[in-house]
């Protein structure tokens, strides 16, 4: 097998015969999921992180117009305070993160 460069690539290929090459076929192999992870799940969640982050722009853009960029500033680094705190307290390694 030999190695073009970018325009050598490119020519070969518009001149390739038809067909499948050999890594058009290692390409096209499904990626498994996380292990344990179902794929409707995995989707769900990002669905919902999307939506999130639209209502999140939407209402931290509205308090910051009303109240000022310091106050939405605070806010804002208070609930990522209180989120990461959340997650810690509920994750399995809990108490590692404790001693942390």
Known sequence: ME????????????VAPSGPRPHDVICQTRTPAAPGADVTAAAT?????????????IGWGTLTDHAGSEVAFTLS????????????????????????
């Not at 969640?45 to 722009?57: D, F, H, N, R």
């Not at 959340?86 to 994750?91: E, F, Q």
Request: charged share 5%.
């Open 45 to 57: 969640v990002v669905s919902v992180v999307g939506l999130a982050s639209i209502g999140g722009k």
């Open 77 to 100: 680094s208070l609930c990522v305070v209180a989120a990461i705190g959340i997650l810690a307290l509920t994750s399995p390694a809990a108490s590692f993160i404790a001693y942390v």
């Open 3 to 14: 190695i073009h460069s970018g325009k050598e690539a490119a020519l070969s290929a518009a």
